[in-house]
């Protein structure tokens, strides 16, 4: 099982920006995500990166405000927040899947073999 540590959670004032870093101690798993869970709400997907092809997947609420990414040399995987909204705190959690997803396909946590211990993230003024 691959080991999962994330980093770079904090508080931060709506429109601000952050990024999380989530450090691997294998690379040999097909697709790295990250999904988020607000107080009292399910988890839910944000983004997906492939290890081969390096695409990406979206979810609504992210897309054109998140930047998922990948540095195969390092083990690591980034998410870049920008234009953060109070909506989006949450605490973050990387996640690692042995087969590939695309699309919709990525969204369902239970398709994802290992994950992180979270960070928070919290948007507010």
């Known amino acids: 099982q691959v080991q999962l540590v994330e980093s770079g959670g904090g508080l931060v004032q709506p429109g601000g920006s952050l990024r999380l870093s989530c450090a691997a101690s294998s690379f040999s798993t097909s697709v790295m995500a990250w999904f988020r869970q607000a107080p009292g709400k399910q988890r839910e997907f944000a983004a997906a990166?492939?290890?081969?092809?390096?695409?990406?997947t979206y979810a609504d609420s992210v897309k054109g405000r998140f930047t998922i990414s990948r540095d195969n040399a390092r083990n690591t995987v980034y998410l870049q927040m920008n234009n953060l909204k109070p909506e989006d705190t949450a605490v973050y959690y990387c996640?690692?899947?042995?087969?590939?997803?695309?699309?919709?396909?990525?969204?369902?946590?239970?398709?994802?073999?290992?994950w992180g211990q979270g960070t928070q993230v919290t948007v507010s003024s």
């Open positions: 990166v492939s290890r081969v092809l390096g695409s990406t």
């Open positions: 996640a690692a899947a042995n087969y590939y997803c695309s699309g919709y396909g990525c969204y369902d946590g239970d398709k994802y073999d290992s």
